[in-house]
């Protein structure tokens, strides 16, 4: 069993839909959150990161984390054809620059204009 | 400011071949990670250096090796390429002391084992 599941898609929804991305993890030592952004033949950007339980707002992304569930969102809303990309959660243990992250597979995800 | 950077973008090696990939961190960074990202899946963690040491590895074999030098830059070599090693290597840059969600990713060497 991988440690972090992400349903890998592909998603398509119509432009100005909100936009809901999960992830499943197994392992307790996981503490702190983050969803990346990737763009076809780039590298991942980071979009929001969380370390407690409930939501996190910045702009049109919420990301909410439920720990007691080891289950954690990314929502988008008003989505734009500019939001399709593959997002990635990832997770680690520590808060420490140098921790190593975990991801998840990646949900490819297109938004119809 | 020069973001990480990363060279070559693609290469095509043969099976059985060494390959070396490099990557320059993000200005005032001391530290790099290599991440391995296989079609259709997300990265995973190879191997981290700091002070020109290998502190952290992910559950890769011997073959895959690397070098930080004295300017932060690294190196990652590949031994013996099978056709599973045909990826998108990522290397991502951060600085001790700083949090987790402060390491930037280049955008990668795409690696084609035939």
């Known amino acids: 069993q991988k440690e972090v599941e992400q349903d890998p898609g592909p998603l398509s929804v119509p432009e100005g839909a909100i936009v809901s991305l999960n992830c499943t993890y197994s392992n307790s030592a996981f503490q702190y959150f983050m969803w990346y952004r990737q763009y076809s033949r780039k590298g991942p950007e980071l979009l929001m990161y969380t370390y407690s339980s409930g939501n996190k707002e910045d702009g049109r992304f919420t990301a909410q984390v439920d720990k007691s569930s080891k289950y954690i969102s990314l929502f988008i809303r008003d989505s734009q054809p500019s939001d399709s990309a593959t997002y990635l959660c990832a997770m680690s243990a520590s808060n420490f620059g140098n921790e190593k992250l975990t991801f998840g597979t990646g949900t490819r995800l297109t938004i119809i204009p | 400011d020069a973001g990480v950077t990363q060279s070559p973008t693609h290469l095509i090696k043969t099976r059985g071949q060494q390959v070396t990939l490099r990557c320059s961190p993000k200005?005032?960074?001391?530290?790099v990670s290599w991440y391995q990202q296989a079609l259709g899946q997300g990265p995973q963690f190879i191997f981290q250096y700091y002070e020109e040491e290998e502190r952290q590895r992910g559950n890769f074999p011997d073959r895959f090796s690397g070098h930080q030098f004295p300017n932060y830059s690294s190196e990652l070599n590949v031994n013996a390429l099978l056709l599973g090693d045909s990826a998108l290597y990522l290397c991502?840059?951060?600085?001790?002391?700083?949090?987790?969600?402060?390491?930037?990713f280049g955008p990668g060497t795409r690696l084609t084992v035939t």
């Open positions: 991502a840059s951060s600085l001790v002391g700083t949090y987790t969600y402060e390491q930037y």
């Open positions: 200005s005032g960074h001391d530290t």
